[in-house]
């Protein structure tokens, strides 16, 4: 069985990431009442593209801290697990 592994993030970062979080909540919002006010679909389209950049955005801030803290760490500790976690995560993220 796997274990489960977690990250500490400070109160600073967790809320930065929360904020962005519900900002994309928002927009997932608003798409869905551009849907029920039967908005142009060009515009529900853009509205598709800000998020998808968003969540790009969300993902890099995590993975660059995921790199600076846990690789880094396993780095300095010889410990190719965690540079093959990094490359498998790239290609999934990609």
Do not use: F, P, W
């Amino acid at each position: 069985m796997k274990k489960n592994k977690t990250t500490y993030r400070s109160a600073t970062e967790k809320k930065q990431l929360q904020d962005r979080l519900r900002t994309i909540e928002g927009q997932v919002r608003g798409i869905i009442g551009m849907i029920e006010n039967e908005r142009y679909c060009g515009d529900v389209l853009i509205q598709i593209s800000a998020i998808r950049e968003s969540l790009k955005s969300l993902g890099c801030k995590v993975l660059k801290n995921h790199i600076a803290t846990s690789i880094v760490d396993d780095i300095k500790k010889d410990n190719q697990e965690g540079i093959e976690e990094i490359v498998s995560l790239i290609q999934k993220i990609n």
